[in-house]
């Protein structure tokens, strides 16, 4: 990779590089500039070979693109471009939790190794999630097996107590905040991913989503929690070469089912 694409804050947060100051003016015409947007507002034209600020729905759409699903937080985008950033260089993830680390050894942190071990945290999290989510889905998939393609997921006898079922709970909001996503997606409108998924917003989708869209959609939201299980195990299996973590991560891929060496 001979550009750098992204930059990587002391938090481990991944930002586009060399991002100017917003400004409160909106010239006339400007539509017919090239523009970006920082929290909604619009800045100044871009100069010559001036770096462009990734949108939210940009940001999103790589990780969709390039690891294989649909991202369910902020901070998981922020993590998952780290490790598209680095992929393909020596090291892989464990670049990446370097670069975190030299931030936060310039910082004013007395334990620079904190956030490598937080960032491990999570994505451990986000891989130990996938079995519980497939379950769930899959708990979905039964309760409207025998309904015809045409008729409502609401008329599932299956679902008529949706909100005192666990798991049901859980797979049904899976379904709604991807089919919340997809929508804000399809319309260039970023979705808030860390708005939480309302037993309202729930119950709208149940009463709307016919029984051959979720069949749909429940395969392909299998497919991405997969997918996403097994891109996060990617990037622990990566972390192993990182000193500070490799303990950590080998046991996280041990107790995820996935023990193995750093490659």
């Known amino acids: 990779m001979s550009e750098r694409l992204f930059m990587v804050t002391k938090d481990g947060d991944v930002l586009p590089p060399d991002i100017p100051d917003t400004l409160g003016w909106c010239p006339t015409g ?14 100044r034209p871009l100069a010559d070979g001036e770096p462009r600020k990734l949108t939210p729905t940009e940001r999103i759409m790589i990780v969709v693109t390039e690891a294989g699903f649909y991202p369910r937080s902020r901070r998981e985008v922020n993590l998952a471009l780290g ?5 393909d260089l020596p090291g892989g993830y464990g670049r990446y939790l370097n670069e975190v680390l030299r931030h936060q050894q310039k910082s ?6 904190k956030a490598l071990i937080s960032i491990v945290e999570e994505i451990t999290g986000f ?4 079995p519980g989510n497939v379950t769930a889905l899959m708990g979905i998939a039964e309760a409207i097996k025998d309904m015809h393609d045409f008729a409502a997921i609401s008329g599932s006898q299956g679902l008529s ?9 859980r797979g049904l909001q899976l379904l709604t905040q991807r089919t919340c996503f997809a929508t804000a997606l399809a319309e260039n409108v970023a979705p808030n991913l860390d708005s939480p998924i309302t037993d309202d917003m729930t119950q709208d989708v ?9 069949r749909r959609h429940i395969k392909i939201l299998t497919d991405e929690q997969r997918t ?12 192993q070469k990182h000193m500070a973590v490799k303990a ?16």
């Open 248 to 263: 950590m991560a080998f046991h996280a891929l041990k107790k995820l089912g996935q023990e193995q060496p750093a490659a």
């Open 206 to 214: 149940i009463s709307k989503l016919r029984v051959g869209d979720a």
């Open 127 to 130: 891989a130990a999630q996938v």
């Open 30 to 43: 400007i539509e017919d500039h090239p523009m970006y947007f920082v929290d909604g507002q619009q800045t």
């Open 161 to 169: 107590d949706w909100q005192h079922q666990g798991l049901t709970r």
């Open 228 to 239: 996403r299980r097994a891109f996060w195990i990617d990037q622990l299996t990566a972390a």
């Open 108 to 113: 004013v942190s007395e334990e620079p190794t």
């Open 83 to 87: 490790a598209i950033e680095n992929r």
